[in-house]
C-alpha cells in the first residue's frame, strides 16, 4: 500500500539505521567566509516607482528639509552648500547637492580585519553577516532574562569569533556593568583582543571615537594617514525618524567620514508610528533622511565609504508596540534593496523579531527577515545572530538558531552543478528499478560533501530522539553555546600590542574616560 | 544617546501603550481565498540546463525505462505506443509519446468545491495551500504523540475549514481506529459533511477509489458524465523511485484520469538514498518518473488534469535519516518549479520538516520549505499545515504555527501601493520634525488595514507577555487549535444528501467495504 510522500511505510523500510559510509564521514568543512548571493533581487516596485520614490525624497529634502541639533553639522551642511535655518536648525538640501554627494559614494570597498583572511568585502552581490548589536539586555534559557555584562559581551565575541559565517563582530549586548565613560574603550578592546574579524564601535560623541581609532591603529600597527585610507570599523547611524538629526549621531557621520570609515546610515521607520503608515511613505521618508546623511558624509570628505542602511518595519496598530520580521518587513525590505542598487550603494538589512523568547515565533519571524533581506539583495545583515524581543534583549539561544540559519542560506547561495555526471544517469542504471543510492559508486564519490550538516537540527527519528530527552531546538541550542564558549580559543595577538592598549586605556582611564555625548 | 537601532531609549519613549486609534481597530479581514504570487520565480539552472536535463530524463525513459507492478496499466502503455517487456514489466517510452502527452496535459485548470466561492484556479501564478496529508500518528503538547484516531482527522478537517488561507481538504492524519476496508469512505464522509473545500482521497486501489468518487458525486449532486466533465477531487501519486510503479498507484493514475479527476504525480526522491545524490541527479529521477505517469494519464484520457509533483529532499549521509527544509530542499524547490514550467504544468511542492517536536527547528524547516516553493513559483503547497517528524506525525500546534506562516506568505503577495499618497510627503510636512504618526489624518484613514494582523504571534512588551504566564508561540498555539475546534460550526448541507451519502455508506459496509489494495 502506498500512502502520500514520506509517511509511507516503504519509506521506512528504506531507511537504514546507517549507510554504509556512515562511521567515517567527516562533518562537512563549512566555508562560509566569503557568502556571494547567485539571486536576482526580487522587486516590489518598477523601476518607474523606484525613480518616483527617490525623487519623492529629493522633494522632501528640498522643500522641508531635515531638523539637524549638531551647530557643527550644520556648518558643514552650509559649507557644502546646504540651505540652513540657524533658527529652526532645518537644513534643505537640493536635489544637485545629493545628485554630487551620490557621485562621490563608493559602490564597493573592503573592510580590513587584523587577520587578512578575514576582511569583508562590500557591495555587488557579497554579503555580510554581523551578530546583534545594541540590546541593553541578555538572556538564556539558565538564567532567564537580565542586564548585559562585561562577561556575556565578551562571550557574544567569543561566539563571533567561532563561526565562520559571522563576517564581522558587532556590539553584541550592552555590558551594563562597566561605566559609561570607560565602557566604550573596554568594549574595543575585547573585540581587538578576542577575535580577528572586523569590529563595530558605537558613535556616542567625538571623545569616545577618537579613543577607539586609536585603539584600532595600535591594533593594527597603522598612523592616523595609513588609517585614513581603508575601511578597519564600523558604525551605526540612527536618524531620530522623522527628519531629525541629534549631535552624537552627527558627530558620528563627521568622525567616521573624516577618518574614512564605515558608516551604516540606518533611518529607523517604524511605519504608523515614526514614519507614514504606508510602506512606501516610510521608505520614502527612511530614503530622505539617509539621502541626508550620506550628503553630510561627502560634504565632509568625497569618497566616504556608507552603506545605505534601511530598518523600515510596522507597529501593531492596537498596541503600538512595534513588529518584527511581519510581512511588511519583508515587503519593506525588497524595496529598500531596490532604492539601494538604484543609488548604487551596499545595503544594509537586518535579522528582526519582535519575540521574547528562542521560539518558534522568534525563528519564523527571523526567517521572513532573512529571506525579505536576502532575496532583496542585502549586503550587510546586522543583527544577524542573537536578536529578540525587538532589540532589546540578545538571546544565546537565538544566537545559536541563527547561526543555523544564516549557514543554511549560505548554502542556499551555493550553485548546483548540471554537468551529466551530476544527472547521474549512470548512477540510475547501476541502481536499477526500486534500488537504492546508499552504496553505489556515484555517492560514494560525493557523500562527505553533498549536504550540509547541521549545528543545531536534530534529524534522528523520533524513538531515538525521545529516549534521548526529546530535547527541543532551544534546549540544544543551549547546549551549543555553552560547549562553544568553552571550546573557544583566542586568535594570536602580539604581546607589545596588548601591552600598548592597555597603556592606552591606563592612560585614559586615568584623564576620566570620555562620557557619552548626548 | 543614541544607540542602534531599536534599542534606542528614544524608541521606547515613543511607542505608547496605546494608539488613539487602540480599542476601535477590528481585526483585519484575513482575505486568502485566493493567493497570487507576483513575484518571478528563482531560478537555479539556466535555461540550456533546464532542457538538458529535461533530455536527460528522456534519454532515462527510452533507454531504461520504468518497472511497472500492474498488469493492466503495462497494457494501457502498450496500446498507447509504449515498448513493453512483460518479462521484466519494464516499460521503454520514446520521446515522441513524451511529447505527444504533454501536448495534452493541461497547464490550468479549476478545481470545484461545494462551495463555489471555495473554487481553486490552479496554474499561472495562482497559490493554493493544502494542509497536512498521510502521517500515521497525531501530537499535540496535552496529550504527546499516538496513533491518529477519526477524532483528529475530523478536528482537523474543522480546523482546515476554519482558516481561509488553507485552499482544500487533506489526508490530515490517517484515523486509524477506523477499519482499513471502511476507512476511505469515512475520511471521504468526514470531508464532506464537515467543509465544503475541495477534498482529498488516496490512491489505494480501484474498488476504494470508486467508493469515494460515488460520494463525491452524491454531494455534488451529479451523474457520471458531469463528475467527468470537471475536477472535484484530487489524490496523490507517488512512485517507488528508483524507476517504479506499483498497482495502487497505477489504478490511481487510470481511475483518476477516466474519471477526470486531478493526479498530483510526486516522485518522493530522497538524494543519497532512493535518488542520486546529486540535487540535479535526484531531479532527473524525479522528472523522468512524473513524465512516464503522466504519460500513462494521458494515454488513458487526452486532457486529464495533473499537477506535476516534487518532493526531493535529502538524507543525514551519516545517519541515512531523511531531512527536509534543508538548503537541498529549497534548491531542489527551485530546480522542480523550473522544470514543471518547462512543460507547462502547475507545480506542487511541500512545507516539510524533520523536526520532532513543534519547535524553532520546526519552524525555521517549514520557512525554509515554503520561501524555497513560493519563490520557486510553486502552484500548490501540499502538508502546508501539521507536518512534522518528516511526515510520520501531523502536530496540532504545528498546524497553527503553518497558519500563521502562510497567512504571513500571503500577506507578502500582497501588491504595494506606490502613489504619491502611498509616499505620504504630506502627512510627513504635517507631523514635522521628530514627531510621530500614530494620529495624523493619513494613518487615521489606513490604520485598519494597513498591516497583517496575527494570529498566533505575540508583540507584547516582554513585561507583559511575562507577566501573563511567558508563554512561548508553541504554547500559545495549543490553546488557538483547542480555540478554533470548540468554534467551528459545520457548512450547511441539505439532509437529503448526508441521508444519501449514509444510505451509500451503509449498503458497502454490509457488502464489505474495500479493503486497500497493496
Known amino acids: 500500500m502506498t500512502q502520500d510522500d514520506s509517511a509511507s511505510p516503504r519509506r521506512n523500510r528504506r531507511r537504514p539505521g546507517t549507510t554504509a559510509a556512515a562511521d567515517m564521514a567527516p562533518p562537512r568543512s563549512l566555508a562560509y567566509r566569503h557568502v556571494v548571493n547567485p539571486f536576482e533581487p526580487l522587486r516590489i516596485y518598477s523601476d518607474d516607482q523606484v525613480a518616483a520614490i527617490h525623487d519623492a525624497a529629493l522633494t522632501l529634502l528640498e522643500n522641508q528639509g531635515t531638523k539637524v541639533l549638531s551647530a557643527p553639522a550644520r556648518l558643514r551642511y552650509a559649507q557644502g552648500g546646504a540651505e540652513v535655518d540657524e533658527a529652526t536648525q532645518v537644513v534643505r538640501l537640493d536635489r544637485a547637492l545629493i545628485a554630487k554627494a551620490l557621485a562621490t559614494t563608493p559602490s564597493e570597498f573592503t573592510f580590513h580585519a587584523l587577520n587578512p583572511e578575514l576582511n569583508v568585502p562590500m557591495g555587488g552581490r557579497h554579503l555580510c553577516f554581523a551578530p546583534t548589536s545594541g540590546p541593553p539586555n541578555i538572556m538564556d534559557t539558565v538564567h532567564g532574562r537580565r542586564a548585559g555584562t562585561l562577561e556575556d559581551f565578551q562571550n557574544l565575541i567569543k561566539l563571533s569569533q567561532s563561526f565562520d559565517v559571522l563576517h564581522t563582530l558587532g556590539g553584541a549586548v550592552e555590558p551594563q ?154 515587503k519593506a525590505a525588497f524595496g529598500a534593496g531596490q532604492l539601494a542598487r538604484y543609488i548604487k550603494l551596499p545595503w544594509r538589512s537586518s535579522n528582526a523579531t519582535a519575540s521574547n523568547a528562542p521560539d518558534a515565533q522568534a525563528a519564523y519571524e527571523a526567517q ?28 544565546y539561544e537565538k544566537f545559536i538558531i541563527d547561526v543555523e540559519m544564516l549557514q543554511m542560506m549560505a548554502e542556499v547561495f551555493q550553485p548546483v552543478g548540471a554537468e551529466a555526471s551530476d544527472m547521474a544517469l549512470e548512477a540510475i542504471a547501476e541502481v536499477g528499478y526500486g534500488g537504492h543510492f546508499f552504496a553505489c559508486a556515484h555517492t560514494m564519490e560525493r557523500y562527505r560533501t553533498a549536504f550540509y550538516s547541521p549545528l543545531l537540527s536534530d534529524w534522528r527519528n523520533y524513538g531515538t530522539w525521545s529516549n534521548d530527552g526529546a530535547r527541543t531546538a532551544t534546549e540544544r541550542a543551549a547546549t551549543i553555546w555553552q560547549e562553544t564558549v568553552a571550546r573557544y580559543s583566542a586568535p594570536p595577538r602580539d604581546p607589545a600590542v596588548v601591552e600598548a592598549i592597555d597603556a592606552f586605556i591606563a592612560r585614559r582611564t586615568a584623564e576620566g574616560g570620555a562620557p557619552p555625548q548626548t
Chains 1, 2 share one sequence.
Open 368 to 395: 521572513m527577515s532573512l529571506w525579505g533581506a536576502l532575496m532583496g539583495g542585502a549586503n550587510f545583515m546586522l543583527h544577524a545572530a542573537g536578536w529578540v524581543e525587538g532589540g532589546l534583549s540578545t538571546s
Open 177 to 330: 556593568d562597566v561605566p559609561v565613560h570607560l565602557r566604550h574603550m573596554e568594549m574595543t578592546r575585547s573585540q581587538l583582543l578576542l577575535s580577528d574579524k572586523v569590529p563595530f564601535m558605537y558613535s556616542r560623541g567625538s571623545a569616545q571615537i577618537r579613543d577607539c581609532f586609536e585603539l584600532l591603529r595600535i591594533a593594527h600597527g597603522v598612523d592616523a594617514e595609513q588609517f585614513r585610507a581603508r575601511p578597519y570599523v564600523w558604525t551605526v547611524i540612527n536618524t531620530n525618524s522623522p527628519l531629525q538629526l541629534d549631535i552624537p549621531m552627527a558627530e558620528g557621520i563627521i568622525d567616521f567620514a573624516e577618518a574614512g570609515q564605515v558608516l551604516i546610515i540606518t533611518p529607523f521607520t517604524l511605519a504608523g508610528a515614526m514614519a507614514p503608515v504606508t510602506i512606501t511613505g516610510a521608505l520614502t521618508l527612511a530614503h530622505a533622511e539617509a539621502l541626508a546623511g550620506i550628503a553630510l558624509a561627502q560634504m565632509v570628505r568625497p569618497g566616504a565609504p556608507i552603506i545605505y542602511g534601511s530598518f523600515t518595519s510596522n507597529v501593531d496598530m492596537k498596541s503600538g508596540s512595534p513588529a518584527f520580521g511581519t510581512p511588511e518587513y519583508a
